[in-house]
């Protein structure tokens, strides 16, 4: 009979082992490829009482435009006018043309003497992409256990390895295995 239970119990663990991924994990940063729910956590230790944990290292940034500031010189028109009320100056915004009807509305507006034309500086920002803009890092708690003995075995619910960036706290030649499903 401790044969039969002997043989069953190596055939489970083969099993388990044959449908399982294992990654180990260094002290730092480590970089995942492979997702799953983590089945064990197996941490050998220098220390034989020894802080472990594992936290998940995530980015996003957010994006904002890139702006141009374009100059280019455009015309600006400088006249006088009169009206049966009196005499004014006057300095047109940046315009392409100058069209003397416009202001003389209904005849009683008439332009005294030349019309000079000036070009100016036009300045204009112009969007002309879009850059990164500050980044967010958010930093997750996984798993944190501490070894007894120089050896820590455990079993956590609901703990899950989904790929990206891990940060492993642990002793410098520590070694961190996780047994995925």
């Known amino acids: 009979m401790k ?28 970089t995942v490829g492979t997702c799953g729910r983590i089945a064990a956590i197996e941490a050998v230790t220098v220390l034989a009482e020894q802080s472990l944990k594992i936290q998940s290292i995530r980015t996003v940034t957010d994006a904002t435009n890139a702006y141009r500031t374009v100059v280019v010189k455009r015309p600006r028109f400088d006249f006088t ?6 005499v004014a100056s006057v300095s047109t915004n940046v315009w392409d043309r100058f069209d003397p009807l416009a202001w003389m509305p209904g ?27 500050v980044s967010y890092t958010v930093t997750n708690d ?33 070694t961190v295995t996780v047994i995925l499903e």
Request: net charge neutral.
């Open 142 to 174: 996984v798993w944190s256990a501490s070894a007894s003995g120089h050896y820590k075995l455990a079993q956590p619910t609901n703990a899950f390895i989904t790929g990206g960036s891990y940060l492993v706290t642990c002793g410098s030649n520590d």
């Open 107 to 133: 005849g009683t507006n008439h332009l005294v003497g030349a019309v000079s034309e000036t070009w100016v500086p036009f300045t204009n920002s112009v969007v002309v992409g879009v850059l990164p803009g």
């Open 81 to 86: 006018l009169t009206n049966w009320y009196g």
């Open 3 to 30: 044969k039969l239970t002997a043989s069953l119990a190596l055939f489970a663990a083969f099993a388990f082992c044959a449908f399982a991924d294992s990654l180990t994990l260094g002290r730092g940063l480590n």
